[in-house]
Nanobody, 130 residues
Framework: QVQLVESGGGLVQAGGSLRLSCAASRRTFSMYVMGWFRQAPGKEREFVATIKWSGSSTVYTDSVKGRFTISIDNAQNTVYLQMNSLKPEDTAVYYC???????????????????????WGQGTQVTVSS
């Protein structure tokens, strides 16, 4: 199992920016993909963005395209989520996720549902005020 530790959440006004970080305790031989999910109050956890461990490809949910950027620092085993032009509807607990099993989707750098995730972080709160 890989431990994932998030940081960087907080309270920000609409239009503002935040950067989330997720540090993995180690890189397993088979770390294929990392990403971010979020869960708003009363809603299901949903996919936000993923990145292949190599950094060669990224995938975003439609609602954050053009506003959020996912990146990875392989030397530090850390993935980042830069969030710009934040909206109140972005308010949620953000969870870091990792894929290690080597499924077809993970090898493609995709984790679109909860069953495709092998490891979760503890979550960090992001609150956007209007």
């Amino acid at each position: 199992q890989v431990q994932l530790v998030e940081s960087g959440g907080g309270l920000v006004q609409a239009g503002g920016s935040l950067r989330l970080s997720c540090a993995a305790s180690r890189r397993t031989f088979s770390m294929y993909v990392m990403g971010w999910f979020r869960q708003a109050p009363g809603k299901e956890r949903e996919f936000v963005a993923t990145i292949k461990w190599s950094g060669s490809s990224t995938v975003y949910t439609d609602s954050v395209k053009g506003r959020f950027t996912i990146s990875i620092d392989n030397a530090q085993n850390t993935v980042y989520l830069q969030m710009n032009s934040l909206k109140p509807e972005d308010t949620a607990v953000y969870y870091c996720a990792a894929g290690r099993r080597g499924t077809f989707d993970q090898r493609m750098g995709v984790m679109r549902d909860l069953t495709s995730v092998d490891d979760w972080g503890q979550g960090t709160q992001v609150t956007v005020s209007s």
